[in-house]
């Protein structure tokens, strides 16, 4: 069985641990279904410390499926992936896993009790314990809503599509996960066009190369005004950089116009 080495799981480690998602399903990609899940892995992942790097979206095709999973698990310290587990005839992503891992799958008797505690024997049904297939070698995830289980195997966790399915997958599965640095973000609204904000912002972000630095526009009460986002692992680091942006609005003569936002965003940081 090949898989990744995987890192010690549990508290702060690395500075920086990264994470590819991949969604499943032809619907998403047809327009039928909107994906209700990608801002919420990438919020989860952002407060737990791994670094959300790139989204795939896949359809019911398994040599697809099994050739996005081998292609990020290599440069990703983690791969979530998300649809495609349910006991339908094209949920084939446990299968696609399998594949990617060159591993067996059946029905796993783990799974099987699991989901005993919510279907009685003459319920079980061959399309339901399509959701007991697990590829072998890998570990259970917890599903308290429906009971059919999710897995993950060398560094791929695959979990149901269904949102609140997903989450509470999400919640078990986290505590294993390695994790980095927290990413820290201070947010300072001004009510001035993303242009006018552009070139100032520019010249800071070549002052602090380590800290990212973002402006994204919003349309409020008829006036154009932009939200100056500045991001680091660093908190001190992070402060200096947020007091050198108010230097820079108060030289522009823009500070008047500004105002903290998001989370304990201050002009000392």
Do not use: C
Request: charged residues 30%.
């Amino acid at each position: 069985m090949e898989q990744n080495h995987l890192p010690q799981a549990g508290g702060e480690g690395q500075d920086i641990v990264t994470a590819a998602l991949i969604v499943i399903g032809d619907e998403i990609l047809s327009g039928r279904t909107r994906d209700r899940n990608i801002g919420y892995i990438a919020d989860y992942m952002t407060t737990i410390g791994i670094r959300l790097r790139e989204v795939r979206v896949v359809g019911d095709i398994a040599d697809e499926i099994a050739g996005a999973v081998n292609a990020l698990r290599k440069s990703h310290d983690y791969v979530f992936t998300t649809g495609g587990i349910g006991p339908t005839h094209d949920d084939i992503t446990a299968d696609s896993v399998a594949k990617a891992f060159g591993v067996p799958i059946d029905v796993d008797e783990r799974a099987v009790a699991l989901m005993r505690e919510r279907y009685e024997a003459k319920d079980l049904t061959e399309t339901r314990l399509r959701m007991a297939r697990i590829p072998q070698g890998a570990e259970l995830i917890e599903n308290s809503v429906s009971r059919a289980p999710g897995f993950m195997i060398g560094n791929v966790i695959v979990m149901a599509g269904v949102p609140r399915i997903m989450q509470v997958m999400l919640d078990d599965v986290a505590p294993r996960l390695k994790t980095g640095r927290k990413m820290l973000t201070k947010s300072v609204r001004v009510d001035r066009p993303e242009g006018d904000m552009a070139p100032g912002l520019a010249r800071l972000q070549e002052k602090f190369p380590d800290v990212s630095m973002g402006s994204y526009p919003f349309f409020d009460k008829g006036k154009l005004g932009t939200n100056l986002v500045l991001r680091s692992t660093d908190e001190e680091r992070l402060g200096d950089a947020l007091k050198a942006l108010w230097e820079m609005l108060e030289a522009q003569g823009v500070a008047d116009l500004a105002r903290a936002a998001g989370q304990g965003d201050n002009r000392s940081g």
